[in-house]
């Protein structure tokens, strides 16, 4: 290529170009913008979606906390419940002693009271109005669970009866049976608060 730019009519040498015309572009841009390439790509940069984010390992660490406090206060929750059962089972059986205890003492108190009444019901010495308040009392006492045990022929139980003496028996026996009544014997809800005293006939 020849270094003599005589040939070329627009060459202008460095520093001799007017000042009145415009500076050309460093780089061309064609009047025809049909020359650029519109559908190519562009990446255009993205913020990670929440089920993305879930998936890092912070997130995982974060939901293994909640997991693991959650687990904390469940298993503290069901031993309050725990206690708390256990706590109403003895209050409910303390109160059960105590009013057992209280009916006890008051039945204690009435048998020599039912005693006499049923003494009085053997000698056919009740009447009128008197025999109306033994009737009360006696479906009082049935109420509270109080029943009378204790009759001549039973078969004689240590655990029911007393011993006072021997007494004979009309008719025949194997066993050790009651023979006469002294004193009726009390069970209040099937647990026996006095033993009936008797008197025993051994077998012939």
Do not use: C
Not at 22 to 51: H, I, Y
Not at 68 to 92: F, I
Not at 105 to 131: C, R, T, W
Not at 166 to 192: C, I, W, Y
Request: no cysteine.
């Amino acid at each position: 290529m020849s270094d003599n730019h005589e040939d070329n009519p627009d060459f202008v040498p460095d520093g001799e170009a007017g000042g009145d015309g415009p500076e050309e572009p460093l780089f061309a841009v064609p009047d025809d913008a049909s020359a650029l390439d519109v559908d190519s790509p562009v990446e255009v940069p993205t913020e990670p979606t929440a089920a993305e984010r879930a998936s890092s390992g912070k997130t995982d660490e974060a939901a293994s906390d909640w997991e693991k406090l959650a687990a904390e206060r469940t298993a503290d929750l069901q031993r309050l419940h725990a206690e708390y059962v256990n706590y109403k089972r003895r209050v409910d059986r303390d109160r059960d002693v105590a009013r057992q205890k209280g009916i006890e003492a008051v039945v204690n108190d009435l048998l020599p009271v039912l005693d006499s009444i049923h003494a009085a019901k053997q000698h056919d010495e009740l009447a009128g109005g008197f025999k109306l308040v033994a009737d009360e009392i006696d479906k009082v006492a049935a109420k509270y669970g109080l029943t009378t045990f204790g009759e001549v022929g039973d078969a004689f139980d240590p655990h029911l009866h007393e011993a006072l003496m021997h007494v004979p028996f009309e008719g025949e026996t194997d066993v050790t049976v009651v023979s006469a009544v002294m004193q009726k014997g009390a069970k209040l809800n099937d647990r026996v608060i006095r033993p009936a005293r008797v008197g025993v006939a051994d077998p012939a």
